[in-house]
């Protein structure tokens, strides 16, 4: 037991001894350092933080503007191919039409003689038959005579 309390005693009344150089070793004494060095790293990290989340934004408002700009490009892709289906009906439609018109027009024709469905035939057809065939119509009238009013060139 003395031993225990000797030993005690020596240790509240020792003394420490250092393992750092106390000439090197130099602990800041102005406060006001160790104040400013944590003001600028905190500063540095929050104007880090705010470059970062601006690359950040920057990055995702470009993908942004990249998925808009290549959705515009389908809507324009979409509203061509709608429209080159509607100028295709219309044409179309324009084709039948006429047919039509031609057709009336040679019933009228059908009933004063074939003189006058020839007559608006040359009037009407001559250039197709010409780049067609490469024959006047009036040298073949052997085609006429296969033709009737129904009749469609297509």
Known sequence: KIEKVNEKND???AQVTCLVDTNTYKEPNNNINKREL???ELQ???KQNTERKKQLN???LNEEVNYLNHLAMEMDLNHLEDRKKHLDKQKLLLESWERD???HNLKKLQSLG???VREYINKNYHNK???TSGTNISNSADSFNSMSIGFDSR
Do not use: D, K, T
Request: hydrophobic share 45%.
């Open 58 to 60: 920057q990055q995702i």
């Open 38 to 40: 944590l003001a600028n």
């Open 101 to 103: 018109s031609h057709i």
């Open 44 to 46: 540095n990290q929050i």
């Open 11 to 13: 240790l509240m009344n």
């Open 129 to 131: 038959f010409n780049n």
């Open 114 to 116: 074939i003189n006058h």
